[in-house]
């Protein structure tokens, strides 16, 4: 058994999964996740029985010797963590303060990371944060025209999501077409229940679609994107609605869902197949969505080696890339349709005279958690 495994904890409000790793070869050695974490009849009653519970099915395969590291997934660190860190009481008071720019997820961050101190107290921790890649984006493209009091104050501006899974895959793209990362330059479209699309030049972040909160930017499968952000002032005045259930709407009754009263891509594109004109439109929204950002970050990047696509939708949906990449002539991009609806992993396809690359990378957050936790704890062990 390697005595350098990473222990991947990604923590939610009620549920918790897992992943045993070995960063040097990429393997797994275990995988799970729990579910209903302190809801009533639950048999989970908080995140550190969950862990119990969790690590109990390893049996010998999980030996506190043997770990290097427990990597955290954390959702939102702010303008304080531009990297992973290792956790110690300082960086567990900046997640908890940082809880009202992410509600529902880095309280439950901190939850597991809790439990996972009270069982390793002795295994460095490390919080890999979600917006820590996007760190590198500069002023003129996270800064909100607002009061400055609410840009000192309050904290308002873009700080974008999804970053690790956009490391990853910005990584991944480049190896693909043996090129070196600090040469390359493409727009990465992580495309699931979550969408965002980020503009990635020398291995780094420089525009993200996610601003503030992940609310921001693509269709999604329930969330809206960009609207006229005087909407929420409209309802107000003809529905009555208060800021709190706008913004449950925009979140929890919009995207796919809101258009089709689908939030499953797949479903939808059965639907437009079937020659439903409810499910035709939504596909027509979020490709031209899609194809408006990709444009944008095209002219920001000033030059563009690939258009990556990565998530659920970005790896299965070939209708979705048949249809994007149809509307990206002005880049240059020419589909293979065989290399399209065909195959699977890590590939390009569109066709060798195609000017732009179109590829589709499977992303793997919980390996880059593993890979970015290790390289911190022997970088620090080192010195």
């Given at each position: 058994m390697s005595s350098t495994l990473?222990?991947?904890?990604?923590?939610?409000?009620?549920?918790?999964?897992y992943q045993l790793i070995d960063p040097d070869s990429g393997e797994v050695h275990a995988k799970g996740l729990v579910e209903r974490i302190g809801e009533a009849g639950s048999e989970v009653p908080d995140h550190a029985r969950a862990l119990e519970r969790a690590l109990s099915g390893m049996g010998d395969r999980l030996d506190p010797a043997h770990l290097l590291a427990v990597g955290h997934?954390?959702?939102?660190?702010?303008?304080?963590?531009?990297g992973p860190t290792v956790i110690d009481g300082s960086v567990r008071s900046a997640i908890a303060e940082l809880a009202p720019l992410a509600p529902l997820h880095n309280p439950a961050n901190l939850q597991g990371i809790e439990a996972t101190i009270e069982l390793f107290p002795d295994t460095p921790q490390v919080a890999v944060f979600d917006t820590a890649f996007h760190q590198t984006i500069p002023p003129a493209a996270y800064t909100y025209a607002v009061p400055?009091?609410?840009?000192?104050?309050l904290r308002v501006r873009r700080y974008g999501f999804h970053g690790t899974s956009h490391a990853y895959v910005s990584r991944r793209a480049a190896e693909l077409l043996g090129l070196a990362v600090e040469d390359a330059a493409f727009v990465v479209l992580h495309l699931g229940n979550g969408c965002s699309a980020t503009a990635v030049l020398a291995g780094e972040s420089v525009e993200t679609s996610m601003g503030l909160t992940p609310l921001e930017g693509l269709v999604m499968g329930t969330r809206s994107g960009d609207v006229d952000p005087s909407l929420g002032a409209y309802l107000a005045r003809m529905t009555g609605m208060d800021a709190e259930a706008v913004d449950q709407a925009l979140n929890k009754r919009s995207g796919l869902l809101g258009l089709t009263g689908d939030n499953d891509c797949r479903a939808v594109s059965e639907r437009a197949s079937a020659g439903d004109a409810d499910a035709r439109l939504a596909l027509d929204v979020m490709v031209h969505r899609l194809v408006k950002y990709t444009g944008a970050y095209a002219a920001v990047l000033g030059r563009i080696d690939?258009?990556?696509?990565?998530?659920?939708?970005?790896?299965?949906a070939e209708d979705v890339r048949a249809l994007l990449a149809g509307r990206l002539g002005l880049?240059?991009?020419?589909l293979d349709a065989e290399a399209n609806e065909t195959g699977g992993g890590a590939r390009r396809i569109t066709t060798a005279s195609s000017r732009t690359a179109m590829l589709v990378v499977p992303t793997n957050e919980e390996l880059e958690i593993a890979l970015q936790a290790a390289a911190l704890v022997r970088e620090r062990t080192a010195i």
């Open positions: 990473v222990l991947v904890v990604n923590s939610g409000s009620s549920s918790l999964k997934r954390v959702v939102h660190g702010g303008a304080h963590f531009s400055r009091e609410w840009r000192d104050d690939a258009v990556v696509l990565t998530g659920g939708i970005g790896e299965h880049l240059g991009v020419e």
